[in-house]
C-alpha cells in the first residue's frame, strides 16, 4: 500500500500567516493526488487535484505544488474561514490512502 | 448542478447488514469512479471501495469478504454493503464522484 505521510498534524497562525502543508508518498504516485478540506460537521471539499490544479470556486490563496513524492498545499494568507482540518489523499493506486490530517487554526 | 443524495439504516446491532445508497441529481456516474469513504467519529478518512469508470469494483483489504458496491443499470444508484458489522464499523459514510462532488454522509452507529 502507499502510505501518504502528511505533517504537520496541527498548526496554529495568525490572520495573514502563510501556512504551508505537506503529504510525502511512500513511492511515485505521479500527480494523482488530491487535497481536501473538511470543516467541523462537514463534507470534504477538494480544493486542488492533480497535485495543482486549482478546483473553480476556491480562493486563490491556496495552491498546491509537487516535488518527486513530496507535495504541498499552501495557504498564502490564512483568514478565518480557513480553520479545518486539511486531507491529502492519492489515487494513483489501490488502495487509495489519505493522510493523516493537518488541522488548522488561529492563534 | 450535480447533487449527491445517499439514504439508508443509521442504527444498527452488531451483526447486521449495513446498506447505504447513494443517488446522483442533475447527472450520472458513468464515465466517473465513484468511492466509499468513511470516518469514524474524531478520526480521519478511510477509504472503503471503488467502482471504477471502466465498471471495475475495488475494495480495501481491510474489509474484504465483508464489503460489496454495486452500480445500478441507469448509472444514477450506487449502493454499499457491509455485512456482520461491529463498533468498529461505526462511522459516516460518503459516497464520492471523482472526488469533486460528494454525497451528504451517513451516520452510522453500531450498537447492541
Known amino acids: 500500500d502507499i502510505q501518504m505521510t502528511q505533517s504537520p498534524s496541527a498548526i496554529s497562525a495568525s490572520v495573514g500567516d502563510r501556512v504551508t502543508i505537506t503529504c510525502r508518498a511512500s513511492?511515485?504516485?505521479?500527480?494523482?493526488l488530491a487535497w481536501f478540506q473538511q470543516k467541523p460537521g462537514q463534507v470534504p471539499k477538494r480544493l486542488i487535484y492533480?497535485?495543482?490544479t486549482l478546483q473553480s470556486g476556491v480562493p486563490s490563496r491556496f495552491s498546491g505544488s509537487a516535488s518527486g513524492t513530496e507535495f504541498t498545499l499552501t495557504i498564502s494568507s490564512l483568514q478565518p474561514e480557513d480553520v479545518a482540518t486539511y486531507y491529502c489523499l492519492q489515487h494513483h493506486d489501490y488502495p487509495r490512502t489519505f493522510g493523516q490530517g493537518t488541522k488548522v487554526d488561529i492563534k | 448542478q450535480v447533487q449527491l443524495q445517499q439514504w439508508g439504516a443509521g442504527l444498527l446491532k452488531p451483526s447486521e447488514t449495513l446498506s447505504l445508497t447513494c443517488g446522483v441529481v442533475?447527472?450520472?456516474?458513468?464515465?466517473?469512479?465513484c468511492s466509499w469513504i468513511r470516518q469514524p467519529p474524531g478520526k480521519g478518512l478511510e477509504w472503503v471501495g471503488e467502482?471504477?469508470?471502466?465498471?471495475?469494483?475495488t475494495y480495501n483489504s481491510s474489509l474484504m469478504g465483508r464489503v460489496s458496491i454495486s452500480m445500478d443499470t441507469s448509472q444514477k444508484q450506487l449502493s454499499l454493503t457491509l455485512t456482520s458489522v461491529t463498533a468498529a464499523d461505526t462511522a459516516t459514510y460518503f459516497c464520492?464522484?471523482?472526488?469533486?462532488?460528494w454525497g451528504q454522509g451517513s451516520l452510522v452507529i453500531v450498537s447492541s
Open positions: 467502482y471504477s469508470y471502466s465498471g471495475t469494483i
Open positions: 442533475g447527472g450520472s456516474f458513468s464515465a466517473y469512479s
Open positions: 492533480t497535485a495543482s
Open positions: 513511492q511515485d504516485i505521479r500527480h494523482y
Open positions: 464520492t464522484r471523482g472526488w469533486g462532488y
